[in-house]
């Protein structure tokens, strides 16, 4: 069982920058895709950016394409998201997932506002 616990959001202007985490239990961490997701009010959960468990491929939304780096560190066992050039349409809790073929396991998700 993987147990996935975010952290990093809050509350920062247009043009800021946040650094998501994403610490996770378990032993089998590296042997895991992780991904980040998130859901605006009123939306569905969405897509953004994803990275294999070996480092060799990394997916992003096309909206955050250039603007967000997601990354992984094994050895301490945490999945972040660094956020820069964020834009008010950014705003939305952000998930970490956890998955061999399929997402299995999510954290309980950090919220993220960014002001205009």
């Known amino acids: 069982q993987v147990q996935l616990v975010e952290s990093g959001g809050g509350l920062v202007q247009a043009g800021g920058s946040l650094r998501l985490s994403c610490v996770a239990s378990g032993r089998t961490f590296s042997r895991y895709a992780m991904g980040w997701f998130r859901q605006a009010p009123g939306k569905e959960r969405e897509f953004v950016a994803a990275?294999?468990?070996?480092?060799?491929?990394?997916n992003y939304a096309d909206s955050v394409k250039g603007r967000f780096t997601i990354s992984r560190d094994n050895a301490q066992n945490t999945l972040y998201l660094q956020m820069n050039s964020l834009k008010p349409e950014d705003t939305a809790v952000y998930y970490c997932?956890?998955?061999?073929?399929?997402?299995?396991?999510w954290g309980q998700g950090t919220q993220v506002t960014v002001s205009s």
């Open positions: 997932a956890a998955g061999a073929g399929s997402y299995d396991h």
């Open positions: 990275i294999s468990w070996s480092f060799s491929n990394t």
